[in-house]
């Protein structure tokens, strides 16, 4: 059995489980959030041993020679000396630049960050109020000067994050960034290949953040986005993108409800999701393809969009965790 | 004489081969309820394990891993019908590849080899 050091205390890792598992139990307060290795809140410093392979995916290198680790995803197979990571060598601060409604429950947070903040559009991040609440979201925002990191923040009922943007922020308050993390990101050199965009809900943030930086890689290939939602309420920004569509010939927009309503815009479509992808993407033999947003009809999407044959590794997928 | 995982082409042919492969076995309705995982990438990751193995290449086999990992499905009826499907598709998954005939029929030896471990028999 493994040991670990933290903070001159000696504790043994019972097979299993995980070193977030064991400090928790033993009242230690450590941030954490999803506890699935995808938002990196619980991100510790090994000073002494070494930890597992499993326990550094998705951290970037630098971060990976000095030893952080992500403490939810380390099953330790040797005893380590470990320790929390001073916050400002993974966390910086940023000001609210703007916060506007984009629905009745979806807001669009901007933030400027005073170093320059490299990233990817559609790459998340973690947000923190303060040390110990934070939470993942996708980058909505293309990263290039004058551009404010954006975010698309739904309130959930009783989110105690989301609820402190919606009810509490302001513009001028400071907020903290931790990232970027993932791989759901439009690359160059296939300007041809076609791309099939699939999210629910504010899944559609970093949806939109791919397909600007495709447009605006003056990507030739066919862009078909998908926008699912229960209500016509939930379809934010539909008259942004349905613009978008018109000034684009390679640009296909689908806007999704499954629940139908009077005096709908003529674009939108009634019906699940996943259903109309399939009923208007037949083949999608070299295409790739990214989905974000409930989980349960990312697999779902994902699956058909593999059977109607694109490759399992151009599937880009950033399905939402709750904790 | 190059072995038969260099016949085939290696780790090329196996990478080639999961995506089609993992797709039939998905789309065949004689097996497709076994294969019902919500995590599609852990799930390609095995048969690329499995196609790496039967293929001949490099592989560390463990008897008791292959009962173990299949014990739940003989639970649930996994039977010899369903190890042909799984073999048939393999087949198939070659053939369009360009797989000689004769190579095919090793693969589909080597799978037969661990039919009983599969079958927890």
């Not at chain 1, 910086?92 to 490299?118: G, H, Q």
């Amino acid at each position: 059995m493994a040991q670990l050091k933290y903070k001159d205390e000696v504790f043994n890792v019972s097979s299993g489980s995980s070193v977030l598992d064991t400090l928790l139990e033993h009242g230690h307060e450590i941030p954490n959030n999803c506890r699935a290795g995808a938002c990196q809140s619980c991100v510790m410093q090994v000073t002494k041993g070494s930890v597992p392979e499993q326990a550094q995916i998705g951290l970037k290198d630098s971060h990976k020679t000095r030893g952080f680790f992500l403490a939810c995803s380390c099953r330790p197979e040797e005893d380590i000396d470990i320790c929390l990571p001073d916050a400002d060598q993974t966390r910086i601060p940023a000001c609210v630049s703007k916060i506007s409604k984009l629905s009745n429950d979806v807001v669009e947070l901007k933030i400027v960050t005073v170093e320059t903040f490299a990233y990817h559009a559609g790459q998340y991040v973690t947000l923190w109020r303060d040390e110990y609440l934070g939470r993942s979201y996708s980058l909505a925002s293309l990263p290039q000067p004058d551009e404010a990191l954006t975010f698309h923040i739904r309130l959930i009922p009783d989110g105690m994050f989301s609820g402190w943007v919606h009810k509490e922020l302001r513009v001028g308050d400071t907020i903290f960034v931790q990232g970027p993390i993932g791989d759901c990101f439009y690359t160059r050199g296939k300007p041809e290949q076609n791309l099939l965009l699939a999210g629910t809900g504010t899944g559609l943030a970093p949806l939109l953040g791919i397909m600007r930086d495709a447009l605006n890689s003056e990507h030739t290939g066919e862009i078909h986005l998908f926008h699912g939602a229960l209500t016509l309420s939930g379809l934010y920004l539909h008259d942004d993108i349905t613009m978008l569509e018109g000034a684009f010939s390679n640009l296909s927009y689908y806007p999704c409800v499954l629940n139908a309503e009077k005096n709908m815009p003529d674009n939108v479509i009634e019906g699940d999701i996943s259903k109309i992808i399939s009923a208007s993407v037949r083949h999608t033999c070299g295409w790739k393809t990214f989905l974000s947003g409930n989980q349960g009809l990312v697999e779902t999407i994902r699956k058909q969009v593999f059977l109607a044959g694109c490759n399992m590794k151009d599937i880009y997928a950033d399905p939402f965790i709750h904790s | 004489m190059a072995s038969l995982y260099e016949r085939i082409g290696g780790e090329a042919a196996v990478d080639a081969a999961v995506d089609i492969f993992y797709r039939k076995v998905l789309s065949d309705d004689r097996i497709n309820q076994f294969f019902d995982a919500v995590d599609m990438e852990a799930q390609a990751a095995k048969q690329k394990s499995f196609l790496t193995m039967v293929f001949g290449g490099p592989n560390n086999y463990n008897g008791k891993d292959m009962r173990e990992g299949h014990k739940h499905l003989v639970e649930r009826g996994l039977n010899d019908s369903h190890v042909d499907a799984v073999i048939e598709d393999l087949g198939a998954t070659l053939k369009e590849l360009g797989v000689a005939d004769a190579d095919i029929q090793e693969v589909a030896d080597i799978a037969n080899s661990v039919r009983d471990d599969v079958l927890n028999r």
